[in-house]
């Protein structure tokens, strides 16, 4: 079970300055008396005080993060009572944390053992690894909270922000990382659910004012029947918006959508939508709502779970081999594969 409680002494530090040592009192509250800077640093190491303070807060960093982690079966205690830290408890955390936490400035050493030496820890380095320790904590999904998560995947596979690339563009520069090119499409995702799916298709207007003030439901059915324009969808060329179309390779899936999600296929045919019969737009905005959060949440939210249950190969296999052809489908298989493999695998049955 991941307590992500055990962090809060460390959430939010904000001493007035990113530079500044953070040292924590026998009240377990962060303070500073300094900042850090190249030419104080080796005065800093030569003192006996500086350095049992800063071996003081790291050890009670590594000790939250573990009890946030489940690492806790890594901590123990060493022959003068003090807290030790095995080889495989850095290395988790190295894993899961990624390039926020460096080891070197933790001190434990390569064979495990207790702090000992390193950089002192300042407010940005702390914050750094509480943000990339944040995107492990919440499996509800908001828009928000999924861009945080999915900004630390990014980092951690090097890869440019790819809002507005082509998806010729994308098969290109990630032809070879297939991780990558997924993620690279829930960036697209993520950024059309933001910005784009309110206003990519709407109900005409026109066609709402006429049902809105009809005299009766024969006149209401009337309007249904006869109207021809009544929903609409923006041309991506032009900006403006034209007659809503369902025809394959020429409609509102083919060309507007696909593109727009990095080659991504949502088959809108499945939200039974009827342009003939059809009322309002919402079902058919809502069923592309929900296939986008699916297949966000769950291939998101096994990355995180597969980096922190160590399991990348297996995620890697399964996004080379078996992540499915269109978004409904990755998005059920992300669930499967939660399910089979990860510890933390309890899914939102309202987002399959």
């Not at 945080?148 to 290109?172: A, E, H, Q, R, Y």
């Not at 249904?224 to 179309?245: A, H, R, V």
Request: net charge neutral.
């Amino acid at each position: 079970m991941v307590d992500f409680t055990a962090l809060n002494t460390f959430k939010n530090v904000d001493l007035g300055n990113d530079n500044a040592i953070v040292n924590i009192n026998d009240d377990k509250q962060l303070t500073s008396d300094s900042t850090f800077s190249k030419a104080k640093i080796f005065r800093f190491l030569r003192s006996s005080t500086t350095q049992a303070n800063n071996n003081q807060i790291r050890t009670e960093l590594l000790k939250s993060l573990g009890k946030a982690f489940g690492l806790e079966q890594g901590i123990g205690t060493g022959p003068k009572g003090e807290v030790t830290f095995s080889r495989e408890f850095m290395d988790r955390l190295e894993k899961i944390l990624g390039p926020a936490f460096k080891r070197s400035d933790f001190g434990v050493p390569a064979e495990g053992g207790a702090v000992k030496s390193g950089k002192p820890l300042t407010q940005r380095r702390i914050n750094l690894i509480m943000t990339q320790a944040a995107a492990f904590e919440s499996k509800d999904f908001s828009i928000a909270s999924y861009k945080n998560k999915l900004s630390v995947i990014m980092k951690d596979l090097g890869m440019p922000d790819t809002v507005g690339m082509k998806k010729t563009d994308l098969d290109v520069k990630f032809k070879d990382n297939p991780v990558a090119r997924i993620f690279a499409d829930i960036q697209r995702s993520l950024d059309f659910l933001e910005n784009e799916l309110d206003t990519a298709i709407k109900n005409d207007e026109g066609f709402e004012f006429y049902l809105e003030t009809a005299a009766n439901e024969e006149e209401r059915e009337t309007i249904i029947n006869n109207t021809d324009k009544k929903f609409l969808m923006k041309d991506p060329n032009s900006g403006e918006y034209i007659k809503y179309s369902n025809v394959e390779g020429s409609g509102f899936r083919d060309a507007i959508l696909w593109p727009k999600l990095g080659g991504e296929l949502i088959h809108t045919e499945r939200a039974k939508f009827r342009p003939e019969t059809s009322t309002d737009i919402k079902p058919l905005k809502d069923y592309i709502a929900n296939t986008i959060k699916a297949f966000v949440k769950n291939g998101i939210d096994c990355y995180m779970e597969a980096k922190m249950s160590g399991k990348m190969n297996q995620f890697v296999d399964h996004v080379t081999h078996k992540v499915g052809a269109c978004m409904e489908d990755k998005g059920k298989n992300f669930i499967e594969f939660r399910q089979k493999h990860l510890e933390e695998g309890v899914v939102d049955k309202k987002l399959e």
